[in-house]
Structure formats: structure tokens, C-alpha cells
């Protein structure tokens, strides 16, 4: 029941953009992202709930496609900071008010100067 | 400081033993989740539980336990059942459905 991340690495030059995608076989109610650097708790980076909603903080946005269940995360003009593994997280209904938060396998992403 | 809290950082066990792992959360939250993380495997669910005395399995429940009798914690309890015990366990809590989840700093379990 992972949801499904794509590419599962990537290397990039500062300054240049990237996409991570995710996608699920079955109907949610949110996606979330975060970020983990090596031996560090995964940090939310941002949630999306369903209505197709696009959010961003500073170079760092994501949307939401509800019909097709999938999330997209946009890095722009990456840093050497957003170097980490990149999850996404979905929640889908369970029934009876029960919601479980599942995540994808991960995206590495390596930014070099 | 409000924060989740995971004890100890580095456990090791022998091979048939049981072994608790404590979650700790002071953020007044509502869910709580246990994942296991092994290399090119991302984040897999235990367990999960949104309130007391309720909790439901994840997607690889089998050799694991876990209680929740009290709001603030949800111990882990890896039994002699689970085959390959070793790796790195997080638990994270958020204060209800479709909101953040905050993770504690995880512990690395080796079973030799």
C-alpha cells in the first residue's frame, strides 16, 4: 500500500530545478512531504489535502492532482541544503474515522555546487 | 520543550529475546505511529493508534506489538516472532488525521 515515488534518485547542480513525483493506486485524503538528512528524523516540509490545493514555502511548492491521486514537489533553484531523501506520505480513509499515514520508498536527491 | 521522544538511541538484543522500544509525546496528540525504515524501503507502517486503548495494524504488523493506555506513550515491542528485527524504528504523533506529523529521533535496533 506504499504509494509509488518516482525518480528514486537524483543529482542536480545548485541552481537548478527538480520534480519528485508520487502517486497511489487507492483514494486519499492528503499527501504530506518531508525531508530527511542522513541519521535525522524525517521534517514535514508541507500537507495537501484533497480539492487539488497547490502549497509552497520559499523554492519549494507541491500539488495535488485528487482525480489521479498523484502529488508533485517542486524544488527551485536548489540549494545545497535541500540535499536529503524526500518521502511522501498519504492518508487514506480506513473507515470508521481511522486514517493511515503510509509513505513512498523515498527520493534521493544530491545537490552538488 | 514539547517534542516525541524515543528511548534509547542504540539498542541491542540477543537473538530470542523480546525487546521494548519507548515512544514519549508531550504535544497533547491524538495519533501515534510506529515505522520501521531499512534501506531502499522507505518508511513501512507497524502500527498505529488515534486514541487511547485503540490502535490498528499497519502494513507489517507480524512480530510486533503495541499497547496504548496512556495518551503520551506507545511502546513498541519487537517479539521473537519478527525474523529480521534489525533496523532503524521511528515514531512519529500528530494531533489528528491530515495534520503534520512529528517524528521522534528514531532507534537503531541490532539483533545479533
Known amino acids: 500500500q506504499q504509494p509509488v515515488q518516482s525518480p528514486q534518485a537524483v543529482i542536480l547542480r545548485e541552481g537548478e530545478d527538480a520534480v519528485i513525483n508520487c502517486s497511489s493506486s487507492?483514494?486519499?485524503?492528503?499527501v504530506h512531504w518531508y525531508r530527511q538528512k542522513h541519521g535525522e528524523a524525517p521534517v514535514f516540509l508541507m500537507i495537501?489535502?484533497?480539492?487539488?490545493e497547490q502549497k509552497g514555502h520559499d523554492k519549494i511548492s507541491a500539488s495535488f492532482n485528487e482525480k489521479k491521486q498523484q502529488s508533485s514537489l517542486y524544488l527551485t533553484a536548489s540549494q545545497l541544503s535541500y540535499s536529503g531523501t524526500y518521502f511522501c506520505?498519504?492518508?487514506?480513509?480506513?473507515?470508521?474515522?481511522?486514517?493511515?499515514?503510509?509513505f513512498g520508498k523515498g527520493t534521493k536527491l544530491s545537490v552538488i555546487p | 520543550d514539547g517534542g516525541i521522544t524515543q528511548s534509547p538511541k542504540y539498542l541491542f538484543r540477543k537473538e530470542g529475546q523480546n525487546v521494548t522500544l519507548s515512544c514519549e509525546q508531550n504535544?497533547?496528540?491524538?495519533?501515534m505511529y510506529w515505522y520501521r525504515q531499512d534501506p531502499g524501503q522507505g518508511l513501512r507502517l507497524i502500527y498505529y493508534?488515534?486514541?487511547?486503548?485503540?490502535?490498528q495494524k499497519g502494513d507489517i504488523a507480524e512480530g510486533y506489538s503495541v499497547s496504548r493506555e496512556k495518551k503520551e506513550s506507545f511502546p513498541l515491542t519487537v517479539t521473537s516472532a519478527q525474523k529480521n528485527p534489525t533496523a532503524f524504528y521511528l515514531c512519529?504523533?500528530?494531533?489528528?488525521?491530515?495534520?503534520?506529523?512529528?517524528f521522534g529521533q528514531g532507534t537503531r535496533l541490532t539483533v545479533v
Open positions: 506520505g498519504t492518508e487514506m480513509d480506513r473507515g470508521a474515522g481511522s486514517y493511515q499515514l503510509t
Open positions: 504535544l497533547n496528540h491524538d495519533a
Open positions: 487507492k483514494a486519499l485524503y492528503s
Open positions: 512519529a504523533s500528530s494531533q489528528r488525521a491530515n495534520t503534520e506529523a512529528f
Open positions: 495537501l489535502l484533497k480539492g487539488g
Open positions: 493508534s488515534q486514541i487511547v486503548n485503540d490502535f
